[in-house]
C-alpha cells in the first residue's frame, strides 16, 4: 500500500465476510475477505484514515521504547510526520525523502547496522543544518549571543547550554514537528539570559513563545520513545 505514510498489511482470508482494521505496533493490519479489490482496501482504509492517524499518535506519545528494526515499511519521524522506511540497493549510501517514504540507499550489504549508521548520520547532518539556522534568527530576535551551537548524542535530554554560552542540541530533536523544534532553542537561548527555571526565566521564554507549555508537556510525554 504505497498511498499512505504508515505501513499496511493486508490480510485475506476466506473466512471474513467483512474486513476489520487494527493496529500491530506502528503497523495497520487490514483483514479482509479474499476477493476484495486492492481498491476497496484503500478506500476501506482511507475512511478509517482519521481514526488510524489519531492512534499512532497516541501510540507515539506513549511513554514505551520501541527498539527499531531498520525494516522496510518500518515508520520513522522526520519534522514531526511519521515516514515509511524504504530500503534500495544502489552505488552510493543514500538517504532521501520521497513522498510518504525515507528513502535510504546502501552500497553495500542490507544490514541492520548499516542502514541504522546511515540513517543516524542523516538525521544528524539535517539537525546540525536547521537547529543552526533557526538558532542564529531567534537569537537575533531574543538578542543573545551563543559562542557555539553543536549536536549531541543525549539519551534523556533535549538540549542544553553552558555557562560560557555553548548550545548543545540532541539530533533526535529533529524527529519532532517545527514547533517543538523552535520550542527547544527558544528554552536554550533564553538561559543566555538567565541561568536557571525560575519564574523569570519562564517570563523570558513565555514572551518569545507563548505556547511554551504544551510543547514542554509534549515533550515530557515524548523523551522515550522518539528513537
Ligand atoms: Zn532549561
Known sequence: MQNFNFPVEVVRTNRKKSATIKLDGSKVRINVPRSLSDRKVEELIEKRRAWIETKLQQQALKPQPQKKQYVDGEGFFYLGKSYQLKILMGKNDQVKISKNFLVVTLKDQNLQT???????????????????????????????HPRQISIKNYRSRWGSCSSTGDLYYNWRIIQAPINIIDYVIVHELCHLIEHNHSPRYWSHVSKYFPKWKECRDWLKNTTINIY
Not at 546511515?118 to 543544518?129: D, F, K, M, P, T
Open 114 to 144: 548499516a542502514i541504522r549508521s546511515i540513517l543516524e548520520s542523516w538525521y544528524r547532518e539535517r539537525a546540525e543544518e536547521l537547529l543552526t539556522k533557526k538558532t542564529i534568527q531567534l537569537a537575533k530576535v531574543i538578542d543573545v
